[in-house]
Nanobody, 124 residues
């Protein structure tokens, strides 16, 4: 059974940092792009960041560019999202996802596997 399990969420104050991890099991995703999405209360799920199969290319939403960093360790079948200078508007449930192909892509329809999500709450 393929699973993506996020961890590292929590409650932080504005300006602080947090690192999310996403561990995959059941199959390897070393040949697939990986992404992070988030959903705030009452809003649709939105793209946050994506990384290519090799880690050589990344893409970020404008709202997180310069503050968030996505990375991966294919040996551990794990992808990370380092979040810095957090803002209240970063609050939401963060989902890890595995794409169908190897290249960076920002649309959720291109992702076949999803984690259950990790809650991130930023207080002011």
């Amino acid at each position: 059974q393929v699973q993506l399990v996020e961890s590292g969420g929590g409650l932080v104050q504005a300006g602080e940092s947090l690192r999310l991890s996403c561990a995959a099991s059941g199959r390897t995703f070393s040949g697939n792009a990986m992404g992070w999405f988030r959903q705030a209360p009452g809003k649709e799920r939105e793209f946050v960041a994506a990384i290519s199969w090799s880690g050589g290319r990344t893409s970020y939403a404008d709202s997180v560019k310069g503050r968030f960093t996505i990375s991966r360790d294919n040996a551990k079948n794990t992808v990370y999202l380092q979040m810095a200078s957090l803002k209240r508007e970063d609050t939401g449930v963060y989902y890890c996802a595995a794409a169908r192909g190897p290249g960076v892509i920002t649309t959720p329809q291109a992702y076949d596997y999803w984690g259950q999500g990790a809650q991130v709450t930023v207080s002011s």
